[in-house]
């Protein structure tokens, strides 16, 4: 399933990924930078999700209390439960 989250406290804006149960597909980051967010795509593409957000929460860039890793781990745990939810 699709989905596509708004990041918040982060130079990128938004975050484009699909799940396959709960493995990681497709990962695409709309503003922020660049190749950082191609690499987090890359090393997140096949992945378990749960896995994905125990190693990504709460990470941080420079002053800010989060960051684009962080913005996609809320958004696996939110599409998570959308998931388990419908």
Not at 15 to 30: A, K, Q, S
């Amino acid at each position: 399933m699709k989905h596509t989250y708004e990041t918040k406290g982060t130079c990128s804006r938004l975050i484009e990924f699909e799940l396959d149960g709960n493995i990681i597909h497709n990962v695409v980051f709309t503003g922020g930078c660049n190749g950082n967010l191609k690499a987090i795509s890359k090393l997140t593409e096949g992945q378990n999700a749960e896995r994905v957000i125990e190693i990504l929460s709460g990470n941080t860039c420079g002053p800010r209390p989060t960051s684009c890793a962080d913005q996609l781990a809320n958004a696996l745990r939110i599409a998570l439960e959308e998931e388990k939810g419908a």
